[in-house]
């Protein structure tokens, strides 16, 4: 947020609008598996960490550059990095599956049938 002069509330809408744009691109635009996806902390705890890790890399390649007329490029290359497009959405471990069976168990009963 330092780095790109983001204020907290900027920063959260752009998480949150990523993480509704992932579930979209990648469940093939089907409203229930937005709806069962996003209505859970498992998800948004998954999608935050993911959002972290790409800032990570982010930061190590682009913390250096500080100087203000590198703050436009800066905030491109950002939401470039962090287009939820570039994010696999098959994790290559069990982290995927985990927090699908999150979901399974905090929905419960209230599963939305596709």
Same mark, same amino acid.
């Given at each position: 947020? =330092?780095?790109?002069? %983001?204020?907290?509330?900027?920063? /959260?809408? *752009?998480?949150?609008? #990523?993480?509704?744009?992932?579930? =979209?691109?990648? &469940?093939?635009? &089907?409203?229930? /598996?937005? %709806?069962?996806?996003?209505?859970?902390?498992? #998800?948004?705890?998954?999608?935050? =960490?993911? #959002? +972290?890790?790409?800032?990570?890399?982010? %930061?190590?390649?682009?913390?250096?550059?500080?100087?203000? +007329? &590198? %703050?436009?490029?800066?905030?491109?290359?950002?939401?470039?990095? @962090? /287009?939820?497009? *570039?994010?696999?959405?098959?994790?290559?471990? *069990?982290?995927?599956? @985990?927090?699908?069976?999150?979901? +399974? *168990?905090?929905?419960? +009963?209230?599963?939305?049938?596709?």
């Amino acid at each position: 947020m =330092r780095l790109l002069r %983001l204020s907290e509330q900027e920063y /959260a809408e *752009a998480v949150e609008a #990523f993480g509704y744009r992932y579930v =979209r691109f990648n &469940c093939n635009n &089907c409203p229930n /598996a937005e %709806l069962y996806l996003t209505r859970t902390r498992a #998800f948004w705890k998954w999608w935050m =960490r993911q #959002f +972290d890790i790409r800032d990570e890399v982010f %930061l190590q390649t682009y913390g250096e550059y500080t100087a203000p +007329d &590198c %703050l436009p490029w800066l905030r491109q290359y950002w939401l470039q990095h @962090h /287009a939820p497009e *570039a994010v696999h959405p098959w994790v290559p471990d *069990a982290v995927w599956q @985990h927090m699908l069976d999150l979901i +399974d *168990a905090e929905l419960g +009963d209230q599963k939305i049938n596709a």
